[in-house]
């Protein structure tokens, strides 16, 4: 009987759980007092994209994203506990679908911007559904979604390039690589 080769080697997973420790690692310890939604997209994408762009694989993302939202929920980072993995969860499911879109070659700070803005707009999304499905008005969710999808796009954005421009040179140095088979 053969043995069937795991879809991500221990490699992989061990990198992916880091970058989605990492994430948690950052939310806890900035604390950036900008009071502009979304401004925390600028370093919560960074470790997605990182993760994504390496191990270039479907899935790669969402996984970052289940664990980090576990891990969210574990040490309740903000008030929608359990939610968190619903959150994070689309975060990492919105840049595997762009990394996929992309062909995975994340270094390029176009494909950066795209991935941040769009994961950190999904995590948005998510966040108001939620609220809504809590109870909160829908009056007043409408109200700021259209300041916050402009600022969630940008600080994505600009999080995904800052992404980019590190696993960019990161390959170019030869500290890490990928596997290309």
Excluded at 30 to 56: A, D, E, N, Q, R
Excluded at 82 to 107: P, S
Excluded at 156 to 162: A, F, T
């Amino acid at each position: 009987m053969a043995i069937k080769k795991p879809y991500f080697s221990l490699y992989e997973i061990a990198l992916l759980s880091l970058c989605a420790a990492l994430i948690v690692v950052l939310n806890t310890t900035f604390s950036l007092p900008l009071k502009i939604p979304g401004h925390t997209g600028i370093y919560w994408v960074v470790p997605v994209i990182i993760g994504v762009g390496i191990v270039k694989k479907p899935g790669a993302g969402t996984y970052i994203g289940f664990v980090s939202g576990i891990l969210a929920t574990l040490f309740g980072l903000n008030t929608l506990h359990i939610f968190n993995l619903i959150i994070y969860l689309a975060l990492g499911t919105m840049i595997d679908l762009v990394g996929l879109l992309f062909f995975y070659r994340l270094d390029h700070p176009a494909a950066g911007f795209v991935a941040g803005a769009a994961g950190n707009l999904a995590k948005m999304v998510v966040n108001f559904a939620l609220q809504t499905f809590l109870g909160i008005p829908a009056v007043f969710i409408v109200i700021g979604i259209g300041a916050a999808s402009i600022s969630h796009f940008i600080f994505g954005g600009i999080g995904g390039i800052i992404a980019a421009l590190v696993l960019s040179r990161l390959l170019k140095s030869g500290v890490i690589t990928r596997d290309e088979a």
